[in-house]
């Protein structure tokens, strides 16, 4: 089954109570900002280090959410159902814009939307944030295995399980990587980037006035990663990519 099950991945949504706060702080890690459409009613910004694509909605909802566009999307609702999927909230029909959502086993919210919400700016090839590159989405998963066969019939594939500094599964797919991590020591999704070289970019993040997250596993080396918390929530983890 092709990751075309979902349709090709858009966004991270995230729930940001002062998007303008939640932007600055993004641009100051060396994110860019994207040309959002007049899609959506509520203030909305979009930013992104070339890979990873970060949607900050001043609307409260199920966040973060893994966001796709599917086009036709009213057309492939029952086959999704067909492959196990509940709905927890769905808006289709001629006058509205078309958007359907539902949970992971681990109550991470999917989101499918008929089209596009942002123009994606240019930046140079291999150009990354001060974060290093974005390797992918962190879920802490209560039953790895369940959620690996769940994602697996969405079209993600396994491509490597590891023990240290805790059980993980890894998934991927056209536009997006998932990490399934068996700890109880995260409580919500993260945003999990790498880089060999990463304690000297943490230096220069600290010369920049962000603050390191006290919320940093006790499993990681404080040396080599660091755990930021962006001001909407988000945690974004840091490490050299060497468990």
């Given amino acids: 089954m092709g990751t075309h099950v979902l349709g090709r991945f858009l966004e991270i949504s995230v729930h940001a109570p002062n998007v303008l706060e ?9 994110f860019t900002q994207a040309e959002a459409s007049e899609t959506w009613s509520h203030p909305y910004a979009v930013v ?23 086009p036709d999307l009213w057309r492939h609702v029952e ?55 974005f390797s992918e989405i962190g879920i802490p998963a209560r039953d790895p295995d369940r959620s690996k066969d769940f994602w697996e019939r969405l079209g993600f594939v396994a491509t490597d399980e590891q023990n240290a500094p805790f059980r993980r599964i890894s998934l991927t797919s056209d536009f997006l990587d998932l990490g399934l991590y068996a700890t109880r020591d995260l409580r919500k999704p993260v945003l999990s980037f790498v880089d060999p070289e990463m304690p000297s970019r943490l230096g220069h993040i ?23 918390v962006a001001p909407e929530g988000t945690n974004l983890l840091l490490a050299t990519g060497d468990a």
């Fill in 206 to 228: 600290e010369k920049l006035g962000i603050e390191r997250s006290q919320r940093l596993p006790a499993v990681f080396d404080p040396e080599r990663t660091a755990m930021l």
């Fill in 79 to 133: 086959a999704l159902e067909g492959l196990g999927i509940e709905f927890a909230f769905r808006k289709l029909g001629n006058d509205v814009f078309n958007e359907a959502g539902f949970l992971d086993p681990d109550r991470v919210m999917v989101t499918l939307l008929e089209a596009r919400t942002f123009s994606p700016p240019m930046r140079e090839p291999g150009e990354t944030s001060w974060c290093g590159y």
């Fill in 22 to 30: 939640s932007l600055e702080f993004y641009q100051k890690l060396g």
């Fill in 48 to 70: 992104t280090d070339g890979r990873l694509f970060i949607g900050l909605h001043q609307y409260d909802f199920e966040s973060p959410s893994l966001t796709f566009v599917k």
